[in-house]
């Protein structure tokens, strides 16, 4: 079985975390208020997430934030136009 592990990057990601895993944060204070919440990922300085157990969500973009498991934002309101396809890869 793989060990399943949590990687933290700069100053202050995910500093609140007692019992979440595997766990991804790059970024100034990227998931710091995360406790619980398992399987996240943050990029961006003060990518965060509202709730201290939010699980399976992706934040990207620098003061952006997640308010809800298995959810994805891309961008803060700065950002004007993001393309691509989404696609099942089940």
Known sequence: ?????TMLLLVSALIANTTGFANVALGVRALE??????GNVAVGQIAYILNTNISNSIVVGNYNYV???NKARIGNG?????GGQVTDCQ
């Open 33 to 38: 208020s995360n406790t619980s919440g398992s």
């Open 78 to 82: 700065s950002i004007s136009s993001i």
């Open 67 to 69: 308010d809800a498991s």
């Open 1 to 5: 079985m793989a060990q399943v592990t």
